[in-house]
């Protein structure tokens, strides 16, 4: 997988975005850590004069690593366009490919050289977090397991991530559908399940009941990667329950690495500009949407002008059914068009 | 060393390149040539593995060049922009090539841009047009590569940087025995320069012609008559009147022999005078003569 022309080349094409990781890192938990400790605990320990345990050292700055690992999934994402999308939208693909190496290999470095940089700045970044801990006056609270959960519980959701984003770069023509795209379906299982339940209630009548009891509804979670994201820092602080959620991620690697490798070596650049890369996929696609968006407003619609649901199923159909047929054909005729065009971003 | 073999390619459904087949051998310098939309630079394109054909094969060595990336490390691509390179000085490009390519000799690229007075520590971007495509030539040159494909490597430059530029070639294929592929709009360059010129039209070979063998096939003449020209030779299938002022017609006449030619002579004209062929009258000859490229 190492090439050293290829690294180079990947290096430098993406060289900004990838010394943000460090970067972002560094600020939330390390630079924000060490505020918090010693602009806010500290003086809270003075003021109330008591002491902090060690759970509540750590969960003070859960909200750091909340916004840390947003703003890495926001980074990654944009990784994954800088790596793909971007490059379709200039000569830089033509040149990528005229190089003489497969272009499994180059796909391979793309991946390879952001779950390196991505790795490499949590483990920095943990490093610095234990250390600005330990030279605090809460060193004794130092705990090297919440480190560990963090970094790997965080490496894990967001390769997953970036596997999916580079396999949506796939299969996209432009970085602003590669990265759009990426942001959708990494909640679209959770939404999709949403309104195809609405639809079966309406339909049928059947009440799957309250959403998230639902198992299903638990799956849906446990494949959207956007729950994960914003959810590790639940689960660095419940680990136990945690690891049995975390095959939805593993899932994304395992699944999106080889499919992405597969799309890229099939990918036509004739066909760059244009939302879907395969011709095979765009009729799919475009039906695929016009269904979610009939879904959608036909839910909107009966929400709108039903404000009681549990009224009989003949006054929820009417709305139900406008909506879903008005939304579908307009969707179809909006994506029509937009199939067509060639994006230049 | 490099073989086509019945190459078609689609874009948007359309197709752009049609059974197209040709080979070509070391120390030579093939044109292509072709109107706006052609196909030259998708031919370029697909020769070089950047797009995939719909059928048929280009071998390089032969090894497919697109099952096989690897061969392609013996040849080089310079497109018709240096856009990828703006952000590099040119001895960071030349570090990277030397990083892809085995063979790149960094003395040889140094001489050169020593030769051409390039700087070498200033970004690329700050380069004029010229400066950019000499650049790119000296580096894809200095990779050593048996093969190398130009897209219109002329485009933009000043006629003394042309002039430059087109001697370097010649005398890059006559020392170090590499072969260039050149797509162009400049008929005058490519009939300079090359051995052998493709005629690309609506995405198929129209002609390959020889250029030392042009003067054998093809004849160019003035001609003028006493009376009226005679129609029955102006409408033979081999026989193209490319002017007429007053009653002098210059014609051009595709023949291996010289039968036609005698059928003029018969006619007694007043005028009968053979000029000097150039790949312009060929192009008038097979393309329809628009001057649009």
């Known amino acids: ?345 | 060393m490099l073989s086509v073999k019945q190459l078609s390619k689609e874009m948007d459904g359309r197709p752009t390149l049609r059974d197209i087949s040709f080979e070509v051998g070391r120390s030579s310098i093939t044109g292509l040539l072709g109107r706006n939309g052609a196909g030259k630079t998708t031919l370029l394109r697909t020769i070089t593995g950047i797009l995939d054909p719909e059928d048929g094969c280009v071998e390089f060595e032969g090894k497919d060049v697109h099952r096989t990336p690897e061969c392609r490390h013996n040849f080089v691509y310079v497109p018709d922009s240096t856009e990828v390179f703006v952000g590099y000085t040119p001895d960071e490009w030349a570090r990277f090539y030397a990083a892809i390519y085995p063979n790149f000799d960094m003395e040889y690229y140094k001489h050169l841009m020593e030769r051409f007075d390039l700087p070498r520590q200033k970004k690329v971007k700050h380069f004029s047009k010229g400066m950019k495509a000499l650049t790119a030539m000296v580096v894809a040159f200095s990779t050593r590569a048996s093969l190398i494909l130009l897209d219109e490597p002329t485009n933009g430059l000043d006629p003394i940087v042309k002039k430059q530029v087109l001697a370097y070639l010649v005398e890059e294929v006559a020392e170090s025995g590499t072969s260039l592929i050149i797509s162009s709009h400049h008929l005058e360059e490519i009939e300079r320069i090359a051995d052998t010129v493709i005629w690309l039209k609506e995405g198929r070979i129209e002609e390959v012609t020889v250029l030392e063998r042009l003067k054998d096939t093809l004849h160019k003449l003035q001609v003028v008559f006493k009376d009226e020209a005679p129609s029955h030779l102006f409408n033979r299938s081999n026989v193209k009147v490319i002017s007429k002022v007053g009653r002098v017609y210059t014609v051009l006449i595709e023949e291996e022999g010289t039968d036609t030619l005698r059928l003029f002579e018969e006619e007694d004209p007043l005028l009968f005078e053979a000029m000097p062929i150039r790949l312009e009258d060929l192009f008038d000859f097979k393309l329809g003569g628009e001057r649009h490229v």
């Open chain 1, 1 to 345: 997988m190492f090439n050293h022309a290829l690294w180079m080349k990947e290096y430098r094409q993406a060289k900004p975005v990838l010394w943000m990781l460090p970067v972002i890192c560094l600020l939330f938990m390390g630079v924000a850590r060490g505020f918090v400790i010693w602009n806010k605990l500290i003086p809270y320990e003075g003021m109330y004069n008591r002491d902090l345990t060690a759970e509540s050292f750590y969960s003070a700055s859960y909200g750091l690593l909340f916004m840390r690992n947003c703003a890495l999934a926001g980074l990654i994402v944009l990784l994954a366009t800088s790596f793909i999308g971007m490059e379709r939208r200039n000569l830089l693909n033509d040149f990528t490919f005229s190089l003489p190496f497969s272009r499994r290999r180059i796909f391979m470095v793309k991946w390879g050289i952001g779950v390196t940089f991505l790795a490499a700045s949590l483990f920095a970044n943990e490093v610095v977090d234990a250390l600005v801990i330990l030279l605090s006056p809460f060193s004794d609270h130092f705990n090297v397991l919440y480190h560990i959960k963090d970094f790997a519980f965080t490496i894990i959701v967001l390769t997953g991530l970036y596997t999916f984003a580079l396999f949506v770069g796939t299969v996209t023509g432009s970085a602003f559908a590669q990265a759009i795209l990426t942001a959708i379906f990494s909640i679209f299982p959770v939404g999709f399940m949403t309104i195809l339940m609405f639809f079966v209630y309406v339909n049928f009548r059947w009440d799957a009941g309250h959403v998230f009891s639902n198992p299903i509804f638990q799956v849906m979670m446990d494949m959207s990667l956007f729950f994960h994201v914003v959810g590790i820092r639940e689960g660095v602080e419940n680990a136990g329950v945690y690891i049995a959620h975390m095959w939805g991620p593993l899932l994304y690697t395992a699944l999106f690495l080889p499919l992405g490798l597969y799309c890229y070596q099939r990918n036509r650049l004739e066909y760059n500009g244009r939302i879907i890369l395969f011709r095979q996929l765009q009729a799919v696609f475009k039906a695929g949407v016009a269904l979610c968006f009939a879904l959608a407003i036909g839910m909107f619609f009966t929400i709108l002008f039903v404000p009681d649901l549990d009224r009989s199923p003949n006054a929820l159909l009417l709305p139900y059914y406008f909506g879903f047929i008005g939304g579908g054909l307009v969707t179809l005729i909006v994506m029509g068009r937009l199939m067509k065009v060639r994006l230049k971003v």
